[in-house]
């Protein structure tokens, strides 16, 4: 996955996932609040937020120990190893030992990025399943008072995870820029620019 796309494509992907619920049933209310408890418990908020978990981890396994795409959909297909050789089209580029190092210090930075994308992503998924879990609740109970509040309360914080990721790119862009002017290969894969900084930050 390119660096570009990185980041809307976790948020998009796990709260999508997160907010698939079992069927409540046929649609109907009951009749007193005492059927108010099976109707919600019909929102499976452990297993939902289990299955987007395991799903976490399998991608941060897949990122620690395979290869990360650097493709732009404009060039060859070139990944970053593990152990830092440069592939493009499947083929290992000749690098010295300052270049390997480069090179494992932006796929550092990468992993990073791609984390804390998971982490709001997760969050993400979690606050789907509350505010559902609230508006059921509170349906069923007519307590509706205070749920929108609990709710912005929780994306706030994930707001602020956000602005954290945010300022992660800088030392990003700083990383690939280096690696671009120490290795020519790299240099049609160094796409981030200032836009993509100003963009994260709105």
Same mark, same amino acid.
């Given at each position: 996955?390119?660096?570009?796309?990185?980041? =809307?494509?976790?948020?998009?992907?796990?709260?999508?996932?997160?907010? !698939?619920? =079992? #069927?409540?049933?046929?649609?109907?209310?009951?009749? @007193?609040?005492?059927?108010?408890?099976?109707?919600?418990?019909? &929102? #499976?908020?452990?297993? %939902?937020?289990?299955?987007?978990?395991?799903?976490? @981890?399998?991608?941060?396994?897949?990122? /620690?120990?395979?290869?990360?795409?650097?493709?732009?959909?404009?060039?060859?297909?070139?990944?970053?190893?593990? *152990?830092?050789?440069?592939?493009? @089209?499947?083929?290992?580029? !000749?690098? #010295?030992?300052?270049?390997?190092?480069?090179?494992? @210090?932006?796929?550092? *930075?990468?992993?990073?990025?791609?984390?804390?994308?998971?982490?709001?992503?997760?969050?993400?998924?979690?606050?789907?399943?509350?505010?559902?879990?609230?508006?059921?609740?509170?349906?069923?109970?007519?307590?509706?008072?205070?749920?929108?509040?609990?709710?912005?309360?929780?994306?706030?914080?994930?707001? #602020?995870?956000?602005?954290?990721?945010?300022?992660?790119?800088?030392?990003?862009?700083?990383?690939? *820029?280096?690696?671009?002017?120490? &290795?020519?290969?790299?240099?049609?894969?160094?796409?981030?620019? *200032? /836009?993509? %900084?100003?963009?994260?930050?709105?």
């Amino acid at each position: 996955m390119t660096t570009r796309l990185l980041l =809307p494509a976790l948020l998009l992907c796990l709260p999508i996932a997160a907010c !698939t619920a =079992p #069927d409540s049933g046929k649609g109907k209310a009951p009749a @007193d609040q005492s059927a108010a408890a099976p109707a919600t418990s019909a &929102l #499976d908020t452990d297993g %939902i937020g289990k299955t987007v978990q395991e799903a976490t @981890d399998k991608a941060r396994r897949e990122i /620690s120990q395979g290869n990360i795409s650097i493709a732009n959909g404009k060039t060859p297909k070139a990944e970053i190893s593990p *152990q830092g050789d440069l592939l493009i @089209d499947g083929k290992p580029v !000749t690098v #010295d030992a300052h270049q390997r190092a480069l090179l494992l @210090d932006y796929r550092k *930075q990468v992993e990073q990025l791609a984390n804390a994308g998971m982490e709001i992503g997760v969050a993400g998924a979690n606050l789907g399943v509350k505010a559902a879990g609230e508006a059921i609740k509170g349906m069923f109970s007519g307590d509706t008072q205070g749920i929108e509040a609990r709710v912005n309360e929780e994306a706030k914080k994930i707001e #602020d995870q956000a602005q954290k990721l945010c300022g992660l790119l800088p030392a990003m862009m700083a990383k690939q *820029q280096a690696l671009a002017a120490a &290795l020519p290969a790299f240099q049609p894969y160094a796409t981030m620019d *200032q /836009s993509d %900084i100003d963009d994260c930050g709105r």
